[in-house]
């Protein structure tokens, strides 16, 4: 087992609570590092995981964790975690494990999942959408889509998630996240396989300058660090492109600074709030 055998790889470092007096990470502890993989696991494969059960009216409950011990982990040693799906059966998951220190291979884990009814915690079949979405990610295929169109077309699942982010979880008045702008913007939205929605962003039209703006992105909070933000980003900037738009303008969140700049943006001017929140002005030419 190496590390290029998974597509899932979550880096963890070594916390002190997780040492034991022997000075190396306490046995039960691997467990929760493959728990935490797990976790990612769902993440790459773009399933909020507790709406991603209830659409598909059911349940994933641990049947069996073996573990295989081969070398320690230490204080601040970072580890990689890696969790494939080494098979499915007719209701059962069976994932490998592998947690490596560099290219050491410290020790691996088999996990076996049933998916069950919740209400009676008996097993179900796998549902099909299921099955194929993990066989696809495996196989290195795309299981999200992203879809561009008009505020009539996409204002469903556009709405969900913006008013999870920023009315629910950032907290801004619900009068100021919604605006007239909506009606005219080109919006994005990325779906995953079972058609919720856990990205959008709209793009607005361009000024006299042919400056055009992007805003209202935003990612479901329990799949962030994925890839979901950047594919709405390169939408709408496919989009302003193809419209020729000399320029876009954001105003970033300070915490989403990083991602613009690593897509081309530039900072301009000095951060101020909106919304209670602070922001900088960034901007990408296009010609």
Request: charged share 25%.
């Amino acid at each position: 087992m190496q590390r290029q055998d998974f597509r899932c790889l979550l880096r963890l470092r070594v916390r002190w609570s997780e040492v034991d007096p022997q000075g190396i990470v306490f046995n039960a502890h691997y467990l929760s590092y493959a728990d935490c993989a797990i976790a990612e696991y769902w993440r790459r494969l773009g399933l909020p995981y507790a709406a991603s059960m209830q659409k598909l009216q059911g349940d994933v409950y641990l049947k069996k964790a073996s573990t295989l011990y081969h070398a320690s982990a230490r204080l601040d040693d970072w580890l990689d975690v890696g969790m494939r799906c080494a098979r499915l059966g007719t209701s059962s998951m069976a994932f490998e494990c592998g947690i490596f220190n560099g290219e050491r291979l410290l020790t691996t884990i088999e996990l076996v999942y049933v998916f069950a009814d919740p209400a009676s915690q008996t097993k179900r079949e796998l549902p099909s959408v299921l099955r194929t979405l993990i066989e696809d990610y495996e196989a290195g295929r795309e299981v999200v889509e992203v879809a561009t169109g008009d505020w009539s077309a996409m204002q469903a699942d556009a709405m969900a998630v913006r008013m999870a982010v920023f009315v629910q979880e950032q907290g801004i008045d619900p009068a100021i996240e919604i605006d007239a702008h909506d009606a005219d913007a080109l919006h994005a939205v990325v779906r995953n396989r079972l058609g919720l929605p856990i990205a959008t962003g709209r793009l607005l039209l361009p000024d006299a300058a042919g400056e055009a703006r992007i805003g209202r992105m935003a990612v479901e909070r329990t799949v962030r660090g994925q890839r979901w933000g950047r594919m709405v980003l390169d939408a709408l900037l496919q989009a302003a492109r193809e419209r020729g738009d000399a320029s876009v303008l954001l105003h970033a969140q300070r915490s989403a600074e990083g991602f613009y700049r690593r897509a081309g943006f530039a900072p301009q001017g000095e951060p101020f709030e909106e919304a209670g929140i602070s922001h900088i002005a960034m901007r990408l030419p296009l010609r």
